[in-house]
């Protein structure tokens, strides 16, 4: 596609809801609207997420990192609060570290375990230490009861390789 015929779809995209809202505006649809009988709302916005996404800000397939790893949690459409109360559009973050959400019960809560990490305060990002080698970190919303919403909002898996150790501060000579 061109860059041009991109650029007039994209202009296309844009004016239909406007031709629409024009529509509302003539004769016809203006004594519609005074009767309310105008079926959908015209919105000239710019659409929400149609459902939540979640996934690894600052992590990609194939990186090579070393460890501790900073991993930032990018949310969509939903809201973070903390674990406690059930409250629809919210929920916190769960690290998968070598886990399959895939394998997860969706009906239940998520296991809590040293690669099932709760961030049951609502943090956004978190360092990890990991040891060398291949690791999949992947992402799974849950909500106050830690349990997977419905549908699930789950990243894409991440693949990443730990090519060494940050050497701790202390051992500096
Ligand atoms: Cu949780």
Redesign the pocket.
Known sequence: MTSAFKILAAAAALLSPLAAAADMLDGRGLARAQHGVVGAPVDVGIPAPSSPRVFILNLHDGMEVVSPVRVEFGLLGMMVAP?GEVEEGYG???LLVDASAADLDLAQ??P?DDSHI???DGARATEITLAPGVHTLQLVM?DG??VPHDPPVISAPVRITVVGQVPPAASTM
């Open positions: 674990a916190h973050h769960h809560p998520i809590a709760h961030f049951g849950g009861n830690h």
